[in-house]
């Protein structure tokens, strides 16, 4: 394969990725049915911040929160169905099921490991250990400022913890499990070794003591952005809602079989910091995964990254260490 230049870099030598957005496919159909696959990203992300704005203290909970997230994820769900991407994505039951266990085990042993050795733990520490009352004046911000702020600074965390897992070979070893997955839906967030979701997971928001509305109204840019990177459904997505945050043609070249294309689009929400960076990669790609596409099981999943370690330390000290033994003169 040819490739395409972007930047300094050729993609698609390797499998095919659909670089510029000229060239992705559009929703195709009625009136209706192009405006509805249009508007409905923007739409859903003003009503929602609407919500949160407006709602009273009463409703606005964490409570609310889940059940507003339960119930978005499984109206994707259902369009996933009613209208796939690609149908080598559709879900099987195979897929389903391995699913729910990434999904179960990052709501119980991820969410433990976070309780303990997460950010909020790590943060009260820095903040136990500093004055940062001379910050107080931020939290004294419209709610809108406030919310963005928290957004952006756990996405540019996130963007360098991504991009790190790419380039530096021990966080490489937690992240290379959820590169090995074949197709994107709604949950295929969830896949991956528990050590990598915690660490993905970190964040620098809570140094700031933000107004609980004020976070709630950060979650919802999480819920009604960075939800679609794993999802099984075309939009017509607005030029400027492409510029400015990740989407799933984004996510699908980094998830892509060709090595140059998965070294981009690291951001989680905003894609603007890959632009910055000079990461963005604006485009597609349907062939997905590594080794050509081979489904890593849960088992080899959960062992990958101290079996690979393991392996490459020893393989490494060999090496170092291991002397040729001398050969006779003839």
């Known amino acids: 394969m040819a490739g395409v230049r972007v930047g300094n870099r050729i993609i698609g030598t390797e499998a095919p990725v659909t670089v510029g957005w000229e060239n992705v496919p559009k929703v195709q159909g009625g009136p209706w049915k192009v405006a ?3 508007y409905f990203q923007p739409a859903s992300l003003l009503a929602l911040l609407a919500f949160w704005y407006y709602a009273p203290n009463s409703i606005a909970t964490a409570q609310t929160a889940i059940i507003i997230s339960l119930s978005f994820r499984a109206f994707l769900i259902a369009l996933e169905f ?3 991407r690609h149908r080598s994505w559709m879900l099987t039951w195979k897929e389903a099921v391995t699913d729910l266990f990434y999904v179960g085990m990052g709501y119980t042993v991820v969410r433990m490991m976070g309780a303990y050795l997460g950010d909020d733990v790590i943060i009260e520490a820095v ?5 940062w009352s001379k910050l107080d004046w931020f939290a004294g911000m419209p709610l ?3 919310a963005l702020a928290i957004s952006l600074l756990f996405d540019f965390g996130q963007y360098w913890m991504h991009r790190g897992m790419h380039n530096w070979y021990p966080l ?5 499990p959820h590169h090995y997955i074949t197709q994107l839906n709604i949950n295929k967030g ?3 070794n528990p050590v990598e979701l915690f660490l993905i997971g970190l964040g620098v928001g809570g140094f700031f003591d933000f107004l609980p509305r004020a976070a709630l109204l950060a979650g919802t840019f999480g819920l009604a952005i960075g939800t679609y990177q794993h999802i099984n459904v075309r939009f017509n997505t607005p030029g400027w809602w492409r510029f400015l945050f990740n989407t799933t043609e984004h996510h699908s070249v980094h998830h892509s079989q060709d090595y140059e294309a998965s070294r981009s689009n690291y951001g989680s929400t905003w894609i603007i910091f890959d632009r910055l960076f000079g990461t963005c990669v604006d485009g597609e790609a349907e062939k997905l995964g590594m080794e050509g596409g081979r489904r890593m099981t849960i088992s080899e999943a959960m062992h990958f990254p101290f079996s690979e370690g393991y392996n ?3 393989q490494w000290l060999r090496a170092k260490f291991h002397k040729p033994s001398a050969v006779p003169a003839e």
Request: charged content about 10%; overall charge neutral.
């Open 144 to 146: 809108l400022i406030q």
């Open 36 to 38: 509805f696959f249009t």
């Open 312 to 314: 490459t330390t020893k």
């Open 172 to 176: 490489w070893l937690t992240h290379a």
């Open 82 to 84: 009613m209208a796939p």
């Open 127 to 131: 903040q136990g250990a500093a004055d």
């Open 190 to 192: 969830a896949v991956g």
